[in-house]
């Protein structure tokens, strides 16, 4: 029982600030079975390229992590014993150009090819490049234009020590950064072209982006997208999210622990499918049951979600305060946050000008230099703006709308108590 918390049976296995688990990864099952297919397909030297799009917090990395640790055992699902993947993960949080981009794409196919003599010996000849403590390496002569030369590289690479036993999965996550460097889906278009070469079909790349980012490739090159397969995230599904949830506390953190089920579908409906929500009300759904005998019923799940003056921090609070409110500092007039509750609780993600003014205390200039602000810091879009097609605003971040409406139904529920 969870109450029994020291006597070493049970731990908490949520944790909101990172991607999932891969061993508690749940749901997915038709993104999955697509990529799947693709990673089969590259074991048949026929490969093809993966391009997961979604917004933030619908669990991207979560799914790039879950492939990555799932690609080495696709051969045994698929009845191929001849060929299996190596894998290289990389998160391009931090590069600033296109040499760099390339560097750190060189040494991840040095990674996925192993780090042989011969092969150290070959990029030792290269002219600007060596080895160092981290890998392959800028030298102090002339810095090499490397982003000319990656295709001609990575070929030459594959060609003299891949292996034809092998098939390569190179997965680039956060890819944020990369796409505000002029010219990166250039370099990753040119790579990818080259590697359909017939007897180069063994390599399959899978790039996970937000739909800002790919908005940023196409715009750097229009036909970027020509060259990936699609895989939309939205949110999980009522009986992923209740599957997640469930299988999480009763199987990892407290074995056969009893949950009523309309818990599980409130938490669910609560949630709106987000995984980062799920996984902050399924902690503190945790630590409220540390001190509560089971079934976990719909009071604890009330106080995971909203907290109290006490230990209880709550998802809410928990998820505004992390990734909300700083957006908000400097704002202090408390019409910012009318407008955003306005917004999130209209019955259509995009709400018009109009309900605005029609409900709020506020001019319509006034209106606009607020809204103007909410736009420049990323929390809204506006759309619109023609005699055809009225102004309308909406969350850039669906979550953000769902933290707002959760927010809403708290402050009537207790003015109705």
Not at 335 to 343: K, P, R
Request: hydrophobic letters at 35%; proline letters at 4%; a neutral charge.
């Amino acid at each position: 029982m969870v109450y029994q918390l020291l006597n070493g049976d049970s731990f908490n296995a949520f944790e909101p600030d990172n991607p999932v688990d891969p061993r508690l990864f749940a749901g997915r099952k038709r993104e999955l079975a697509t990529i799947n297919q693709a990673l089969v397909q590259t074991l048949k030297r026929r490969s093809r390229h993966i391009l997961v799009r979604a917004e933030r917090w619908l669990g991207k990395t979560s799914l790039a992590d879950y492939i990555k640790e799932s690609a080495p055992n696709v051969h045994k699902l698929a009845s191929i014993d001849e060929v299996s993947f190596e894998v290289a993960f990389r998160r391009f949080g931090s590069c600033t150009n296109l040499d760099e981009a390339a560097l750190l794409i060189l040494n991840d196919f040095k990674t996925l090819l192993g780090s042989s003599d011969e092969l150290m010996d070959y990029v030792k000849k290269i002219k600007g490049l060596t080895i160092g403590p981290l890998g392959i390496e800028f030298s102090g002569e002339k810095q090499i234009n490397l982003r000319l030369h990656l295709s001609e590289m990575v070929i030459k690479l594959l060609e003299q020590y891949g292996e034809k036993e092998k098939a390569y999965l190179y997965i680039l996550d956060e890819t944020r950064q990369l796409s505000h460097i002029p010219g990166s889906a250039n370099l990753l278009k040119d790579l990818l072209e080259a590697l359909n070469q017939e007897r180069l079909r063994n390599v399959m790349f899978l790039i996970t982006v937000t739909p800002q980012d790919d908005e940023r490739f196409r715009g750097d090159h229009e036909s970027f997208q020509r060259l990936f397969r699609y895989v939309e995230l939205g949110p999980l599904t009522d009986e992923e999210s209740r599957g997640f949830l469930h299988d999480t506390l009763a199987k990892h953190c407290v074995p056969n622990l009893k949950i009523e089920e309309a818990t599980l579908y409130e938490a669910a409906r609560l949630s709106s499918g987000f995984p980062g929500f799920l996984q902050e009300i399924g902690f503190w759904l945790f630590e409220v049951g540390k001190t509560k005998k089971p079934p976990l019923g719909e009071a604890e799940l009330e106080l995971a979600v909203n907290g109290n003056d006490n230990t209880i921090q709550g998802a809410l609070d928990a998820l505004y305060r992390k990734h909300f409110k700083h957006d908000l500092e400097g704002l202090t007039s408390a019409q910012y946050e009318e407008i955003l509750s306005t917004i999130a609780n209209y019955e259509e993600p995009l709400c018009p000008r109009r309900p605005l003014l029609d409900r709020l205390d506020i001019s319509a200039q006034a209106l606009t230099v607020k809204t103007g602000e909410l736009i420049e810091r990323g929390i809204l879009i506006k759309e619109g703006g023609g005699r055809k097609k009225p102004i309308c605003y909406a969350f850039r971040n669906p979550m953000h709308r769902t933290i707002y409406q959760i927010q809403s139904a708290v402050t009537r529920k207790k003015g109705s108590r």
